[in-house]
């Protein structure tokens, strides 16, 4: 593995550098809890304060009522005595710190306190308690209530003052102080109660974020372990299914990935082999044929050979035997590729030696097979058309070994050459068979030696070219130059398949009897 | 994609004998499927074959080289090859290659089953 690859995947091994999902996860839901608790505890608490002081208010009230009503002629008397029974009546609410009845001056008339020290003297001017005033509902105009504090213990009270009203005259004021320390209790106890239970959900909370975050993380996990293997080349690895969910489907959708990345390396792997293949064979081709074209007096040859994609095997050479004889020779080989290749060199070598030992043609033909035929590989065979010209004679000999016969066009006719002969290769010596045959050559003949890659040459609705259509187009190319005349008939192949691509190599080989 | 169908059945007439019918195209990269046929019934110790040519569009040399690579095998365990369903483009490269002086060649199934029986 490079080093940049195993760095990456390192730094993914040590997990990750930021706060972890769980982290984030456990920290959001318990902000959030607590939040929303928060919210809701402070709006319990103050509903419950409202409501403690109303119920405070509505006693207040009542007894302040009481007090006033009930004092109004010993006030107006100024009878201290008994407004001091009503100010003890009063105090008989034991929320009630103190209750002071005065006179239309102000002037202290009765007061009791309920720890028994009096916050101010008989006959003294009274100072109402000073502070917040306290808007309540069903509390009447003429009376007052504010929060203060008691100047005796220092505990805030509700101070209420009220008007001591005789035959519709005010007569003096009544002011009775209530005690909020049972308020503030229970408050206290109900905050620590709301607050306590705020706890354990904001607890709970965080162990379910922790649980969820786990869930989650879980298969993540495991994708990321799969991930690494993957990255190592390990294109087995796959992660485990779990669920039906969001992660599940990331689960299958990476084995899927794991899976289709192994199909796409081993066809990577299959095209570069075949790749390779095919260069090695085509350069085994490209050394097999031959690097010029031989001159011979009173005659001109011309070859065009084009490979298919996959290399399909096929020859032409040119051995010259002596002054006035060459053979020209065009083979196709059944296998493709290096095999292939290889095949056709080894006949090609044999033919050579066989050639100039200067037998008959069809002996020619059966030597090289009885050589060959052991040595071939098992289902391989190898078609020839093997033809010596005598440029003294102007005879052409033939013998074909399976391949295609040539063609002899003449005034604007076209005639086979086909001499009877098995494919090399197919069957031991004692089985082969190889026919010869002698062609007089005119002047002006054009002979054409071809492999099936021309015939059978396809366009893209899958018709072939067709023995006809190459015979009108060798009879239509036969009186022009011989360079045009080859362009002229390869053209023709090329029209005809309209750019569908190759399946065999084509090899087309002319030659022509000057005029 | 041409792709080749391979049927392998025991012939109705004797079931000693393969017939292979093939349809659609034996090329380079098909015939590797044929082979692999071949071997089976080769390893079965099945060496009677007819092979039904009838439905092939296309053969290629590396197609015909495969009757070629396993005849010998056959024959030296006294089976053969004989083939049915030609057409008139395959008899005509049978004829080129020199097939014909190599392999037999019946009008039917049953006519090559006979061949068989009297081989």
Redesign the interface.
């Known amino acids: 593995m490079p080093d940049n690859a195993s760095g990456i995947l390192g730094q993914i091994v040590d997990g990750p550098k930021g706060l972890s999902i769980r982290t984030k996860l456990a920290a959001t839901l318990a902000g959030l809890v607590t939040l929303s608790l928060a919210l809701m505890a402070a709006f319990i608490l103050y509903e419950c304060r409202q409501a403690l002081l109303e119920e405070a208010i509505r006693r207040g009230l009542t007894v302040g009522r009481n007090l006033a009503d009930y004092s109004a002629s010993a006030v107006l008397q100024k009878d201290s005595l008994q407004a001091i029974q009503f100010t003890k009546d009063a105090l008989s609410d034991d929320a009630v710190v103190h209750a002071v009845l005065t006179d239309d001056q102000g002037v202290v008339l009765a007061v009791r306190a309920s720890s028994g020290r009096l916050p101010a003297e008989f006959g003294a001017k009274w100072q109402p308690l000073q502070g917040e005033p306290v808007r309540a509902e069903g509390v009447p105009a003429d009376v007052q209530v504010v929060e203060s504090k008691d100047p005796d213990s220092g505990a805030s009270v509700l101070a209420f003052d009220f008007p001591v009203i005789q035959a519709g005259v005010t007569v003096g004021q009544a002011y009775i102080a209530l005690s909020q320390e049972k308020i503030r209790e229970v408050m206290e106890e109900t905050t620590l109660k709301v607050v306590a239970l705020a706890a354990v959900f904001v607890l709970l909370a965080l162990i379910s974020a922790v649980m969820l975050a786990d869930v989650i993380v879980r298969p993540v996990k495991r994708l990321t372990r799969g991930a690494l293997a993957v990255g190592g080349g390990d294109l087995d690895a796959s992660v485990e299914v779990r669920s039906d969910d969001e992660l599940g489907v990331l689960a299958r959708t990476f084995n899927a990935m794991t899976q289709g990345l192994k199909r796409a390396q081993a066809d990577l792997v299959e095209k570069e082999l075949l790749q390779r293949d095919l260069s090695i064979a085509q350069e085994i081709q490209q050394g097999l044929l031959p690097k010029k074209i031989p001159q011979i007096p009173g005659y001109e040859l011309a070859a065009f050979y084009a490979p298919a994609k996959?290399v399909g095997g096929d020859l032409y050479d040119f051995i010259p035997i002596d002054k006035h004889r060459m053979v020209v020779a065009v083979a196709?080989?059944?296998?493709?590729s290096v095999p292939g290749s290889l095949g056709m060199a080894m006949t090609r070598s044999v033919l050579r030696a066989e050639a100039l030992r200067q037998g008959a043609v069809g002996e020619t033909l059966s030597r090289t097979n009885a050589v060959i035929q052991p040595d071939i590989r098992?289902?391989?065979?190898v078609?020839l058309f093997y033809a010596m010209l005598d440029s003294a004679k102007h005879t052409l000999t033939c013998a074909n070994a399976?391949?295609?016969p040539a063609f002899l066009a003449r005034h604007g006719r076209i005639q086979e050459i086909a001499p009877?002969?098995?494919?090399l290769g197919?069957?031991p010596a004692a089985?082969f068979?190889s026919d010869e045959l002698v062609v007089e050559i005119k002047a002006g003949d054009l002979v054409a030696l071809y492999t099936d890659g021309v015939t059978e040459a396809m366009n893209s609705s899958r018709e072939e070219y067709g023995e006809e259509r190459f015979k009108a187009a060798l009879i239509a190319a036969s009186a022009k130059p011989l360079a045009e005349a080859l362009k002229h008939v390869v053209d023709s192949v090329r029209a005809f398949v309209a750019g569908a691509p190759p399946?065999?190599d084509i090899t087309l080989v002319l030659l022509r009897r000057r005029a | 994609m041409d792709l080749l169908n391979i049927e392998v059945v025991d012939s109705a007439q004797n079931a000693e004998i393969v017939v292979f019918r093939l349809k659609g195209h034996l090329?380079?990269q098909t015939v590797r499927e044929l082979e692999g046929s071949f071997t089976l019934q080769l390893q079965a110790a099945r060496v009677r074959w007819i092979v039904d040519l009838g439905g092939l569009d296309y053969i290629?040399?590396?197609g015909?080289?495969?009757?070629?690579?396993?005849l010998?095998e056959l024959q030296a365990k006294g089976g053969n090859i004989f083939f049915i369903g030609m057409t008139p483009k395959i008899e005509k490269i049978f004829k080129?290659?020199?097939?014909m002086?190599?392999f037999k060649i019946f009008a039917s199934e049953a006519e090559a089953v006979r061949a068989f029986k009297g081989a």
Do not use: W
């Not at chain 1, 196709?332 to 493709?336: H, I, N, R």
């Not at chain 2, 015909?64 to 396993?70: A, D, E, R, T, W």
């Not at chain 2, 080129?96 to 097939?99: A, D, K, S, Y």
């Open positions: 996959e196709d080989v059944s296998g493709k098992r289902g391989m065979f078609t399976g391949h295609n009877e002969g098995m494919a197919l069957v089985q068979f399946n065999d | 090329d380079a290629s040399s590396a015909l080289g495969s009757f070629i690579g396993v010998a080129m290659l020199g097939f002086r190599i």
